[in-house]
């Protein structure tokens, strides 16, 4: 029963750098989330999706891109990567938006950019 | 502008003792209400909600209580475990564009409970 599954679990980077962060859901969902979470500040969101296909931003979008090519991934890039960066990143997913949303979350991915 | 607030950074208590852990919200189009724990190199995961139309719902140890004509919220654990030791995340959903997908979370509360 592996629910959302983060990869990789932790990654340094050097500023400047790319790279993917990669959410997968067996779940069926059809809504997914991309959160950082930095000290004090608890849960932000990056960016969503409300289905195959399509994406959204979210409350702190700049310097990362999403992808939903699959009702069953998402995925957040980082074409350049900044110190303000480093964070630890939470991929969600949900049915649907009705039922007061009840979201489940990964176990994050660690980033560090140096 | 934060809409939701966990004024209390931390709490600690002694084992079998009460816990209240509090929320305070500022958006009035908020309709639903959930709490989450968050133990350390995990996910959060969901504990419980509550719709704006209740003011209490109870899951064995865990009651929520929301009184919405103060925007206040708080989540009682009765009795405390050591277990229960985590951080708490407050967090709020708003109906927009004809589904409430977006939710906004406080920042959190450590609660420590002591045996």
């Known amino acids: 029963n592996a629910g959302v599954t983060q990869t990789p679990k932790f990654r340094v980077l050097k500023t400047g750098q790319s790279m993917t962060l990669l959410c997968a859901q067996d779940m069926n969902h059809e809504y997914m989330y991309w959160y950082r979470q930095d000290p004090g500040m608890g849960l932000r969101l990056i960016h969503y999706s409300v289905g195959e296909g399509t994406t959204a931003k979210g409350e702190v979008p700049d310097g990362y891109n999403v992808s939903r090519l699959k009702k069953q991934n998402f995925l957040l890039g980082l074409e350049s990567a900044a110190p303000s960066q480093t964070s630890v990143y939470f991929c969600?997913?949900?049915?649907?938006?009705?039922?007061?949303?009840?979201?489940?979350f990964g176990a994050g991915t660690r980033l560090s950019v140096l | 502008d934060q809409q939701v607030k966990q004024n209390s950074p931390s709490l600690s208590v002694q084992e079998g003792r009460i816990s209240i852990l509090n929320c305070d919200y500022t958006n009035s189009m908020f309709d639903y209400f959930l709490w989450y724990k968050k133990y350390p190199a995990e996910g959060p995961t969901f504990l419980i909600s509550i719709s704006s139309i209740k003011d209490k719902n109870e899951d064995g140890r865990f009651t929520v209580f929301l009184n919405k004509s103060a925007k206040h919220l708080s989540l009682h654990i009765v009795p405390s475990q050591p277990g229960d030791s985590a951080v708490y995340f407050c967090a709020a959903s708003a109906r927009s564009g004809g589904s409430n997908y977006k939710l906004t979370f406080g920042k959190g509360t450590l609660l420590t409970v002591n045996p």
């Open positions: 969600a997913s949900s049915w649907t938006g009705g039922g007061g949303n009840i979201q489940y």
